[in-house]
């Protein structure tokens, strides 16, 4: 899938980018594995202070991510300024608490001493979705980068300008050079990336294909990876439920985020005597919602393939 940003509701390239070349990629690499070495010996204060920092810009330049998030991905610019907002709060959250979360704990043992210490590990790679392009990588960034690590970002193709923005405001909050990187790659650089031995760990949320495909590089090379897959979750009326409030979440719960969403309803249950009343309430309800393209053109013909 090429590296552009491409308007969701026309299909219309607005801008391309070109892959990071092998050569660049292993300037990167090296880059961050410098970086770590200084970064792990940086204060919590230090750290915190530049993390605050982000969270101020995010803030103030929140109306400039949404137009970006919007452009790219195509959901509601409310909708974009809100995560814009959320990702500045979880930066916040974690300048505040990472160095309690991280102190050491003392264990009763029959030593004279016994404690668990929690270090940095390391460069890690972190492959994230197009649906929430600004949240899921700075729930990933703000902890990560707290707890000493270095992050390299292989976002979606189609969110590059997201993806550069993000690097951007990092630097710009303080963070040295490295400490957080964005790869502009497609998929096909992962493995030789997750066989480097200056990446020490993954973190994916994706489809479950791709995370099986993470996951077996990872334990190839026994490195820690978390894994957040997607899923089919169910929407249950009961016999007993408030059919009216019911109907308006079920509506909510579908097409939050555009319908972009691991946790948006993708089933709907209900108990017999009630399923004609709902399934009436929720076609007018819907009837109103303006739709878009279901898939993009690669994965459309993908999908018809």
């Known amino acids: 899938m090429a590296i552009a940003t491409t308007n969701p509701a026309t299909g219309e390239v607005l801008k391309s980018f070109e892959p990071l070349t092998a050569a660049q990629i292993e ?19 230090d750290r915190a202070n530049k993390m605050m920092r982000v969270a101020e810009i995010l803030e103030n330049e929140k109306d400039e991510c949404a137009r970006l998030m919007t452009l790219e991905m195509g959901k509601p610019l409310k909708a974009a300024v809100g995560e814009a907002l959320k990702c500045a709060t979880g930066c916040r959250y974690y300048a505040e608490h990472a160095e309690k979360f991280l102190a050491d704990e003392m264990v009763e043992t029959g030593a004279k001493r016994s404690f668990i210490r929690y270090l940095p590990i390391g460069p890690i790679l972190a492959i994230m ?13 703000a902890p990560a980068l707290m707890a000493g690590n270095v992050g390299l970002l292989k976002h979606a193709s ?7 923005k993000i690097e951007d405001i990092l630097r710009r909050a303080g963070f040295a050079e490295g400490v957080f990187q964005t ?12 066989n480097d031995s200056r990446v020490v760990a993954a973190t994916l949320t994706g489809s479950e294909q791709a995370g099986i495909q993470v996951g077996v590089s990872a ?8 894994l957040e897959l997607g899923g089919s979750d169910p929407f249950i009326v009961m016999p007993s ?16 985020n555009n319908g972009q969403s691991c946790i948006a309803a993708k089933r709907f249950i209900v108990a017999e005597k009630n399923c004609r009343r709902v399934r009436a309430q929720i076609c007018p309800t819907h009837a109103g919602t303006a739709r878009g393209g279901s898939v993009c053109g690669e994965h459309a013909t993908r999908s018809a393939g």
């Open 27 to 45: 300037q990167k690499l090296e880059l961050a594995a410098s970086a770590f070495q200084s970064h792990r010996r940086t204060s919590f204060a």
């Open 129 to 141: 979705p197009w649906n929430f392009p600004f949240w899921q990588v700075f729930r990933f960034a």
């Open 158 to 164: 189609n969110v590059p300008q997201c993806a550069l």
């Open 183 to 194: 790869l502009l790659i497609g998929s096909a650089p992962v493995d030789g990336i997750l």
């Open 219 to 226: 334990a190839k090379r026994i490195k820690k990876v978390v």
């Open 241 to 256: 439920a408030d059919l009216d409030a019911a109907v308006a979440t079920a509506v909510d719960a579908r097409i939050q």
